[in-house]
């Protein structure tokens, strides 16, 4: 079983920063994407950022030249640097993985970290 642990959320003025973080545990001998998803109330969840185990990312046009994800491959973890906060940035931010632990991909959810930004 593979399990995700999220942290660095909390409650941040606009114009701040904060970093989450997402490690991933278990039988794992792969992952292949980490994304990071966000949902504020009353409202859809959406991809944020995706990073691939090559490296490559993408944003969502709202957090592009602010947000910036990352990954550690070796510990399995994957972060989301987030600059200059605006208050429509406050949601409950999850990681999503892509695990192999055998021959098939399997995804994972992380159980979810608030971010809030006051005006």
């Known amino acids: 079983q593979v399990q995700l642990v999220e942290s660095g959320g909390g409650l941040v003025q606009v114009g701040g920063s904060l970093r989450l973080s997402c490690a991933a545990s278990?039988?794992?001998?792969?992952?292949?994407?980490m994304d990071w998803y966000r949902q504020a109330p009353g409202r859809q969840r959406e991809l944020v950022a995706s990073?691939?185990?090559?490296?490559?990312?993408n944003y969502a046009d709202s957090v592009k030249g602010r947000f910036t994800i990352s990954r550690d491959n070796a510990k399995n973890t994957v972060y989301l640097q987030m600059n200059s906060l605006k208050p429509e940035d406050t949601a409950v931010y999850y990681c999503?993985?892509?695990?192999?632990?055998?021959?098939?991909?399997?995804?994972?959810w992380g159980q979810g970290t608030q971010v809030t930004v006051s005006s």
């Open positions: 278990g039988s794992i001998f792969s992952i292949n994407v």
């Open positions: 990073i691939t185990s090559g490296g490559n990312t």
């Open positions: 999503y993985i892509q695990a192999r632990l055998g021959l098939v991909p399997h995804s994972y």
